[in-house]
Nanobody, 124 residues
Framework: QVQVVESGGGLVQAGGSLRLSCTAI????????MAWFRQAPGREREFVAG????????SHSGSAKDRFAISRDDGKNTMYLQMNGLQPEDTAVYYC?????????????????WGQGTQVTVSS
């Protein structure tokens, strides 16, 4: 079993930045593909960015590309999402998800473990 904890959310003005962290309570994250999803009120949960278990591949949604950067530090069992140029439409609860090995997937059903989420609110 893997416990997942997100942190780093908050309130920021449009154009600002935040860095989200996701720490997994497990022996090692080096065998886990990890991803960020987000869910805005009244909308489905959507893929934001993912990083392969090897760390050699990343994927970003169209809205995240060029503004957000995903990275990982397996020595700390932690994944990060650096978000720059935030806009009000980025307001959502951001979730961390993990699955063991496997390729990066944009589907929520392909991830076995989830955190409780961290709220990101961007004011205009």
């Amino acid at each position: 079993q893997v416990q997942v904890v997100e942190s780093g959310g908050g309130l920021v003005q449009a154009g600002g930045s935040l860095r989200l962290s996701c720490t997994a309570i497990t022996r090692t994250t080096s065998t886990h593909t990890m991803a960020w999803f987000r869910q805005a009120p009244g909308r489905e949960r959507e893929f934001v960015a993912g990083i392969s278990w090897s760390g050699t591949q990343t994927s970003h949604s169209g809205s995240a590309k060029d503004r957000f950067a995903i990275s990982r530090d397996d020595g700390k069992n932690t994944m990060y999402l650096q978000m720059n140029g935030l806009q009000p439409e980025d307001t959502a609860v951001y979730y961390c998800a993990l699955t063991q090995f496997g390729s990066i997937s944009w589907q929520t059903t392909d991830y076995a473990w989830w955190g409780q989420g961290t709220q990101v609110t961007v004011s205009s």
